[in-house]
């Protein structure tokens, strides 16, 4: 994939941003643990496709700068970094397709922003009010969140033992390498733990606003985080159309281990809904 690299100032910070493709835009959130990496399989059939791609390291990931103050990761300085990143490069109005806490960050974006988003792919997770009133299996998934909120506990924990704890987590999956690496530097795993510290309270009374965009969820059979239940239930919140699909034999990370059965997805709801956007 043909694409350039560049460190941009963006709400603050410096970012490092990835983009490729020309065509209609589409803003690529990742979530945690990944960077902009997260994304390569699934990019180039987006640009092969006609498509723009915006990929950024989120604050605190990959290159980006990651503030030390637990405030610089709620929600709403996140979502601001998103609208921040098409101000600066020019971009009136985009797609955007968010995995994991990048698709609670384009719930909000879907809710707050319907003027500068055509559509939103959500990838594993559902609309965040769905997530928290999804049943007893749901929460039993989630349990690392209890780790994940006490802080320099939650640190040692995934650090000990050479990271031995986060591969229990992620049931060994391969792209460990990238995750240590990254989230070994300095400061960094504390800055990925404060994306769950910086928004309990948010996220515990439901302060999401319905989506005003078409949606596409997705999730994945075999998520080791998500149920099918929350992302199904998502259709409540959604004001304008809502498309769901499971796909089959799919884990969490299903840009890395499900690229074509994902674009298989995302490209015809990307068609629909982004025409207006060019």
Known sequence: MNSGRDILPINGLEMHVTIAGTGRPVLLLHGFPDSSKLWREVAPMLTDAGYRVIAPDQRGFGVTEAPSERSEYTIERIAADAIALLDTLGIERAAVIGHDWGAVIGWSLAGTHP???????????????????????????????????????????????????????????????????????????????????????TMAENEFPDARIPVLGLVGSDDVALGTEQMADSRGYAEASFDYAVIERAGHWMPLYAPEALAAHLLPFLGQHTERAL
């Not at 990271?163 to 229990?168: E, G, I, T």
């Not at 400061?187 to 994306?195: C, E």
């Open 115 to 201: 003027d500068r988003f055509s559509c939103f792919a959500a990838l594993s997770v559902g609309h965040p009010k769905a997530v928290q009133r999804a049943g007893l299996r749901q929460k039993l998934k989630s349990w690392y969140f209890a780790l994940f909120l006490i802080p320099k506990f939650g640190e040692t924990i995934v650090r000990a033992c050479d990271f031995a704890a986060f591969r229990l987590m992620t049931r060994g999956d391969p792209e460990i390498t990238n995750w240590r690496r990254d989230l070994a530097r300095p400061g960094r795993l504390t800055a990925a733990m404060n994306w769950y510290r910086a928004n309990l309270k």
